[in-house]
């Protein structure tokens, strides 16, 4: 076996070798695309590969800095903005989602709307927004796999995971920054339909209960009435259909509480259907019997002004299979 001298030729190539697989320090200068972006969420998306734990340690470290300050996971990106980010090796994704798997290939049959600027999609139920917490990948990853060549997809809201219907994709910064706003200023109407256990009043057409998220010792996550020290939360109803012992309501949530309108259906006596946090045990068993095994909670319809055009437009959902053979199971009643 031959030994390689520190000076011989094919030590200094190997060294060479060596100083160009070395990640070096990379400045990043943030252009119209990415103005107003959360840091944290930029680099999850520039060092693909990357935790969040590992980003949120460097910059907690100093060693991914914005015009050579340190910067918390929060700041906002603006145009010009220089980033700094120390050397790190970054590994692709290991396991990329797949096109291929039935669950990602049939989300093309569910888009409503696509433009050069944003998604409408018919989210359906059990998939999750975007992966985590065991999910090894949600909506938003899947789509990204169907649209590779995106420059950008983000979230524009969300959805519970059990909950199906209308939801936005920005394909832009500037979209997502314009329905954003919309959001805020609550121009964006998103109608939900939703089955409840009981006869719903159509006297009862608002629910103004406080909302509070409370932790529990098992970990999970509930949100609990509390009208002292909770959220201020409205929800809008109106009747749809009356059923025997059920009513098919349409929801209208004028603010963005987590699971509000499913609490606010509890805590007003009238619990959704299948509802595993906030539901009836007796009401979840009479729809299973009758074949429903999901939530029956969709968001049906979505009305916003378009960023490009300045239209107004609106999208609706049609329900899944599963909702819709659940209520032809309902005999009608009238009052």
């Given at each position: 076996?031959?030994?390689?001298?520190?000076?011989?030729?094919?030590?200094?190539k190997?060294?060479?070798?060596?100083?160009?697989?070395?990640?070096k320090?990379?400045?990043?200068?943030?252009?119209?695309e990415?103005?107003?972006?959360?840091?944290?969420?930029?680099l999850?998306?520039?060092?693909?590969?990357?935790?969040k734990?590992?980003?949120?340690?460097?910059?907690?470290?100093?060693?991914?800095?914005?015009?050579?300050?340190?910067?918390?996971?929060?700041?906002?990106?603006?145009?010009?903005?220089?980033?700094?980010?120390?050397?790190?090796?970054?590994?692709?994704?290991?396991?990329?989602?797949?096109?291929?798997?039935?669950?990602?290939?049939?989300?093309?049959?569910?888009?409503?709307?696509?433009?050069?600027?944003?998604?409408?999609?018919?989210?359906?139920?059990?998939?999750?927004?975007?992966?985590?917490?065991?999910?090894?990948?949600?909506?938003?990853?899947?789509?990204?796999a169907?649209?590779?060549?995106?420059k950008?997809?983000?979230?524009?809201?969300?959805?519970?995971?059990?909950?199906?219907?209308?939801?936005?994709?920005?394909?832009?910064?500037?979209?997502?920054?314009?329905?954003?706003?919309?959001?805020?200023?609550?121009?964006?109407?998103?109608?939900?339909?939703?089955?409840?256990?009981?006869?719903?009043?159509?006297?009862?057409t608002?629910?103004?209960?406080?909302?509070?998220?409370?932790?529990?010792?098992?970990?999970?996550?509930?949100?609990?009435?509390?009208?002292?020290?909770?959220?201020?939360?409205?929800?809008?109803?109106?009747?749809?259909?009356?059923?025997?012992?059920?009513?098919?309501?349409?929801?209208?949530?004028?603010?963005?509480?987590?699971?509000q309108?499913?609490?606010?259906?509890?805590?007003?006596?009238?619990?959704?259907?299948?509802?595993?946090?906030?539901?009836?045990?007796?009401?979840?068993?009479?729809?299973?019997?009758?074949?429903?095994?999901?939530l029956?909670?969709?968001?049906?319809?979505?009305?916003?002004?378009?960023?490009?055009s300045?239209?107004?437009?609106?999208?609706?959902?049609?329900?899944?299979?599963?909702?819709?053979?659940?209520?032809?199971?309902q005999?009608?009643k009238?009052?």
């Amino acid at each position: 076996m031959k030994q390689q001298t520190p000076n011989s030729p094919l030590s200094a190539k190997k060294n060479t070798a060596d100083n160009e697989d070395r990640p070096k320090v990379r400045f990043v200068t943030i252009d119209e695309e990415s103005d107003g972006q959360r840091i944290d969420n930029f680099l999850l998306k520039t060092l693909k590969g990357v935790p969040k734990s590992m980003i949120y340690r460097l910059l907690r470290k100093g060693e991914i800095r914005v015009n050579k300050k340190r910067t918390k996971p929060e700041y906002k990106l603006q145009i010009d903005d220089i980033i700094r980010i120390a050397p790190i090796r970054v590994s692709e994704e290991s396991n990329p989602v797949s096109t291929q798997l039935k669950k990602v290939s049939s989300l093309e049959n569910h888009i409503l709307f696509e433009d050069d600027c944003l998604i409408v999609i018919n989210k359906p139920t059990g998939m999750a927004v975007h992966g985590g917490s065991g999910l090894s990948f949600g909506l938003i990853e899947a789509l990204r796999a169907l649209r590779p060549n995106a420059k950008m997809l983000e979230l524009v809201h969300r959805l519970d995971r059990d909950t199906s219907g209308c939801l936005m994709i920005a394909k832009k910064r500037s979209t997502l920054r314009a329905l954003h706003e919309q959001l805020r200023e609550k121009s964006v109407q998103k109608f939900y339909h939703a089955l409840v256990k009981g006869h719903w009043s159509t006297k009862l057409t608002r629910a103004t209960q406080g909302l509070r998220k409370n932790d529990l010792k098992s970990g999970e996550r509930v949100v609990v009435v509390d009208n002292i020290n909770g959220k201020e939360s409205e929800t809008r109803f109106r009747v749809l259909k009356h059923y025997e012992g059920a009513t098919l309501v349409r929801a209208f949530p004028v603010t963005g509480r987590t699971h509000q309108i499913r609490v606010h259906c509890k805590v007003n006596g009238h619990p959704i259907a299948c509802d595993d946090k906030y539901g009836s045990e007796g009401f979840t068993a009479q729809m299973n019997k009758q074949g429903l095994k999901r939530l029956f909670l969709h968001a049906a319809s979505l009305e916003f002004t378009h960023p490009k055009s300045g239209e107004r437009v609106k999208f609706e959902a049609p329900y899944d299979n599963a909702l819709t053979a659940i209520l032809k199971k309902q005999t009608y009643k009238t009052y």
